[in-house]
């Protein structure tokens, strides 16, 4: 199975701060890497898939990077309703596995 | 709009067996493969099962293999989850899930989820 390793696994922030979540992949997976949003007591919520395309309706300060092993999650400007915590999840082979999130608080 | 909607959670002894189901509206459900992940309240998410588009091919967790089938009927939009000899760590909230096209396993639409509790 492939492990998905997610970094930090909690972060505080300020609104209008730059974050970045990391995501990283026990072997090369392309680009079959999708990342979700799951606020509390909510469904998670698909924001990019394949590493950097942007789900539809999702706002544009949140972007996707990498290929391999190392991906990243960027919030440009972190909002009062990005507070959550978000999953990175592989896509590449059964069985599907997530990371184990990554929980962003208000600082 | 593309709605899931789980139901048949419940608490259930250890050993025991439940049948999930989801009723899909808002999309061609016969085109698309369907996927069962479940959560921990608290906990992070764990895959549990896929189902192609027309049910031909199914896959699982080895957690779960042997002891969950799952299965869909596309003339009902529906699909199911029959969970046998059912053991306290199978207590999750258990989510309909589907992909974005085909079998991909880009998941973009979930249910609300719907709880399973195993316990004596």
């Known amino acids: 199975d492939i492990q998905m390793t997610q970094s930090p696994s909690s972060l505080s922030a300020s609104v209008g701060d730059r974050v970045t979540i990391t995501c990283r992949a026990s072997?090369?997976?392309?680009?079959?890497l999708n990342w979700y949003q799951q606020k509390p007591g909510k469904a998670p919520k698909l924001l990019i898939y394949?590493?950097?395309s942007l789900e539809s309706g999702v706002p544009s300060r949140f972007s996707g990077s990498g290929s391999g092993t190392d991906f990243t999650l960027t919030i440009s400007s972190l909002q009062p309703e990005d507070f959550a915590t978000y999953y990175c999840?592989?896509?590449?082979?059964?069985?599907?596995?997530f990371g184990g999130g990554t929980m962003v608080e208000i600082k | 709009e593309v709605h899931l909607v789980e139901s048949g959670g419940a608490v259930v002894q250890p050993g025991g067996s439940l049948r999930l189901s989801c009723a899909a509206s808002?999309?061609?459900?016969?085109?698309?493969?369907m996927q069962w992940v479940r959560q921990v309240p608290g906990k992070g998410l764990e895959w549990v099962s896929l189902?192609?588009?027309?049910?031909?091919?199914?896959y699982y967790a080895d957690s779960v293999k042997g002891r969950f089938t799952v299965s869909r009927d596309n003339s009902k939009n529906s699909v199911y989850l029959q969970m046998n000899s059912l053991r306290a760590e199978d207590t999750a909230l258990y989510y309909c899930?589907?992909?974005?096209?085909?079998?991909?396993?880009?998941?973009?639409?979930w249910g609300q989820g719907t709880l399973v509790i195993v316990s004596s």
């Open positions: 899930v589907k992909d974005r096209g085909g079998s991909s396993s880009i998941l973009d639409y």
């Open positions: 808002g999309f061609t459900f016969p085109d698309y493969g």
């Open positions: 189902i192609s588009w027309d049910g031909g091919s199914t």
């Open positions: 072997q090369s997976i392309g680009t079959f």
């Open positions: 394949a590493a950097l």
């Open positions: 999840q592989q896509s590449y082979s059964s069985p599907l596995t």
